[in-house]
């Protein structure tokens, strides 16, 4: 319980951050890059997922010869 309570005010205190650095120009450069960085990443994740979902499926597709 106190480990849910712990994250519950880390989120918070980081969303109040958030919101007052994006009040400022190098705190929007900041958070912006984040996102981009974040988004790269997510990005790379789903290729990757696909990717070996892909060669799975077609190690067990009886139709590929192999």
């Known amino acids: 319980m106190k480990s849910l309570i712990l ?3 880390g989120v918070a205190l980081g969303l ?3 919101h007052l650095a994006v009040r ?3 705190g ?3 958070l912006d890059g984040i996102d981009g ?3 790269s990443f997510r990005a790379a994740v789903v290729d990757g997922y696909k990717t ?3 060669e799975l499926r077609s190690a067990t597709d ?3 010869e192999g």
């Open 7 to 9: 994250l519950s005010v």
């Open 52 to 54: 070996r979902e892909a």
């Open 16 to 18: 109040g951050i958030a």
């Open 62 to 64: 009886p139709t590929t």
């Open 28 to 30: 929007q450069r900041l």
């Open 37 to 39: 960085s974040v988004t």
């Open 24 to 26: 400022t120009a190098g």
